[in-house]
């Protein structure tokens, strides 16, 4: 039975990683020159090496992981403050967190948008500085979309990452939560040292892989990037479609290298989660 | 030795199971509907007499890979040609995104894959058609043979040649348009009609002009090329490193001598052109632009643009181009796709995309080849109150150059001027 599951289990795995697998390997294959357009045909870790010690990449790779932390940590901030506001069993909270996850739907095209038509020079919170006598037109408003330092696209992820994050604090509170507090306070700790010292680690310890999956997400996504992000730098999404897309032939195999360097970072973060979850103790053998 | 036996079967079978699945993971990356059972190229076809064309493509399917990011031209091809092919021809045109720099990639993956064609025609010109023929990914000649060929603009250089290539029957000629600024006609009743004079203006008025990162950005930056270094004579006759030097230095360096008073100080600059309409719909900017010059009209119309937005021609000249369609090499019906091609020829294809309520899109017919009757209907639609005057156009219309230039500036624009290269 074992074997014939294992089987099956290679089998299902095999066939969910096959477009990864066949696309990272057209990838590799690309960054080196042998196929995709404009390819010479012969293999070379010029282009690689060429495009990983460009500027713009360095630092649109570093915008993006900017925003990307930024607006993970925000968000996973605000929804461990709303799981523990909201945890309690009456109406209010009930109708609060429902009202906390109803923005799951939203698409991050439309929450980007959103935050254009809010945020921008000439948006509803310009409009209204202007209506009251604040500054006198577009341009006096401060520069929230397209700056360079990302804040209207990290309000706008944020708004849109915090009913993710919080229906996994709540999960988290729901499952995991009581049992340890129950005891904290049993062995005499104060409220405040159950929140700081039970609670919290609990829904940090317990989001930690939804908060990865939205650093990772953050990172790589174009859709939001494109709407509020800054021409300069170029975040790392849209300087790889840019690349693809390029005018010149010869340049769209730079985003090979770009795309597996998008993949690289999330690789990355997956590893550091494991190795940050190997090394933590465990909160229900600290007590025991 | 049965031990080892025992464990090494499942291990047997693990291996077929992997084996299995590798087998997927090539039937996947394959993705296989068999390339050789190739139909008869466009090359072919246009040996063939046209009535036996006609026969080959009737009652079939045609898919048009296009640029779908307009309503109005949407509208035009789903609800104006695809009704006609259908009528006449009993063609089922079916029109799908895919443009540009992204349709040259699909091409070349579909190559690769030796898959079968996903397109039949496809919307093209400049830079594509310069890398798809560079690639060998389009069919031809063919386009020479259609009926309504005959009644091209054969004389003028920006319909027969397309950025100075040779069009060799490997497109055929869809359409004319002329770069243009927009500007409010309220907001700004006297604007700047020169480049010289377009640069006070920006002086004068901090803050309130830009151009977009795509492609109308970098025309834009071509016009300004041609008016700062000499002329489009100078550019002319292939593509030269030592022009495209100096061009290059003069354009950037009339963005460095105005850009702190673009808007945003020139630290940022909208990613589209449809990013700049917005800015210039919500007034903050005072000039949006187009490849073309009649977008001033049908965005308005569309309610995109205020309805006093007009199109402005500098005077120094300004770019005009064509634009074409072409059959991919791996075109499972090039037939069909040559009577869809002669039936956008058409004098009255022409004239319904002409008008401003509809595309707004110049012909590339020669009014003189048609009937009086004919040359009646285009005068009548090309004098719509808002559109620029057809003498207009003409006096200062000036061709696109090698796709080299257009190439070179963008990467150049991007690496000096916007930053992240």
Redesign the interface.
């Given at each position: 039975m074992t074997?014939r599951r294992?089987?099956l289990g290679?089998?299902a795995a095999?066939?969910l990683t096959?477009?990864v697998?066949?696309g990272v390997g057209y990838a590799v294959a690309g960054a080196l020159g042998l196929?995709?357009?404009g390819a010479s045909g012969r293999p070379s870790l010029d282009r690689t090496f060429l495009v990983l010690s460009?500027s713009?990449v360095i630092?649109?790779t570093l915008w993006i992981l900017w925003v990307a932390a930024a607006s993970t940590l925000l968000a996973g901030v605000a929804s461990m403050g709303i799981a523990v506001a909201l945890r309690g069993t009456g109406r209010l909270d009930g109708l609060g967190r429902a009202l906390a996850v109803l923005p799951l739907p939203v698409p991050h095209l439309v929450a980007a948008v959103a935050g254009l038509l809010v945020l921008?020079?000439?948006g509803f919170f310009a409009r209204l500085a202007f209506q009251a006598g604040l500054i006198d037109?577009?341009?006096g408003m401060p520069?929230l979309v397209?700056d360079?330092l990302g804040i209207g696209l990290i309000v706008a992820l944020v708004w849109k990452e915090i009913p993710f994050l919080s229906l996994v604090a709540f999960s988290v509170l729901g499952t995991r939560g009581d049992a340890l507090e129950r005891t904290a306070r049993g062995l005499g700790a104060s409220g405040r040292d159950v929140l700081f010292r039970v609670t919290l680690p609990i829904l940090w310890r317990g989001m930690l892989p939804a908060a990865v999956a939205v650093f990772t997400f953050v990172a790589g996504s174009y859709e939001a990037a494109?709407i509020l992000a800054?021409?300069?730098?170029?975040p790392l999404p849209?300087?790889t479609w840019e690349r693809?897309?390029?005018?010149?032939?010869d340049?769209?195999g730079d985003a090979y290298v770009l795309a597996l360097l998008g993949l690289w970072i999330a690789a990355l973060a997956v590893v550091a989660h494991e190795v940050v979850r190997a090394k933590l103790p465990s909160l229900e053998g600290a007590h025991q | 030795m049965g031990v080892l036996r025992v464990r090494d079967r499942?291990r047997r079978?693990?291996a077929r199971?992997?084996g299995?699945?590798?087998l997927?993971?090539g039937a996947?990356?394959a993705c296989a509907p068999g390339g050789d059972a190739r139909p008869a190229d466009a090359a072919a076809l246009a040996e063939l007499p046209w009535d036996s064309v006609v026969a080959r493509a009737r009652g079939t399917e045609v898919v048009w890979r296009m640029w779908r990011g307009d309503p109005a031209v949407n509208r035009y091809v789903d609800e104006w040609v695809a009704p006609r092919v259908a009528e006449r021809y009993g063609i089922r045109l079916r029109a799908v995104e895919g443009q540009?720099?992204?349709l040259?990639?699909a091409l070349?993956?579909e190559r690769?894959a030796r898959a079968r064609g996903g397109a039949d025609l496809t919307w093209i010109n400049g830079?594509t058609f310069h890398?798809l023929r560079?690639?060998d990914l389009l069919q031809g000649p063919w386009a020479h043979v259609l009926p309504s060929a005959a009644l091209v603009d054969s004389a003028s250089n920006i319909v027969m040649r397309d950025s100075e290539q040779e069009l060799h029957g490997f497109e055929s000629p869809w359409g004319r348009v002329h770069f243009a600024l927009i500007y409010d006609s309220l907001r700004t009743p006297q604007p700047p009609r020169t480049v010289d004079a377009l640069g006070r203006w920006i002086d004068e008025h901090p803050?309130r002009f830009t151009h977009d990162?795509s492609f109308a950005g970098?025309t834009f930056l071509k016009v300004l090329m041609y008016a700062t270094a000499g002329g489009v004579e100078r550019f002319e006759g292939g593509f030269e490193e030592d022009a495209y030097v100096a061009g290059r230095d003069s354009v950037l360096a009339w963005i460095e001598e105005h850009e702190d008073r673009f808007w945003?100080a020139g630290?940022?600059?909208p990613?589209g052109v449809a990013e700049l309409h917005r800015?210039f719909a919500?007034?903050?900017v005072d000039f949006s632009m187009s490849n073309n010059q009649n977008e001033a009209v049908t965005k308005a119309r569309q309610g995109v643009l205020p309805a006093s937005a007009r199109p402005l021609i500098l005077r120094d000249g300004t770019i005009a181009n064509a634009h074409y369609v072409g059959i991919p090499f791996n075109a499972p019906n090039p037939a069909g796709a040559m009577l869809v091609a002669d039936l956008l020829l058409s004098p009255e294809a022409q004239l319904e995309k002409l008008r401003a309520e509809v595309w707004g899109d110049g012909t590339v017919l020669d009014l003189d080849r048609l009937s009086a009757e004919w040359r009646g209907r285009f005068a009548e639609v090309e004098g719509h109150p808002g559109t620029v005057p057809q003498d207009t156009l003409s006096r200062y219309a000036r061709p696109e150059v090698a796709?080299e230039y257009?190439?070179?500036l963008?990467?150049d624009w991007r690496?000096r001027i916007?930053?992240?290269?």
């Open positions: 074997s294992g089987r290679i089998a095999a066939i096959a477009p697998v066949v196929v995709g357009p460009e713009a630092e649109g921008g020079q000439s037109g577009p341009s520069a397209y360079p494109v800054p021409s300069d730098p170029l849209l300087l693809f897309v390029d005018a010149g032939l340049r769209r | 499942p079978r693990d199971a992997s299995a699945a590798l997927i993971i996947l990356a540009g720099a992204e040259v990639n070349v993956v690769e830079e890398n560079r690639e803050g990162q970098i945003r630290r940022v600059y990613f800015l919500n007034g903050e796709p257009h190439e070179r963008q990467q690496e916007r930053g992240g290269g």
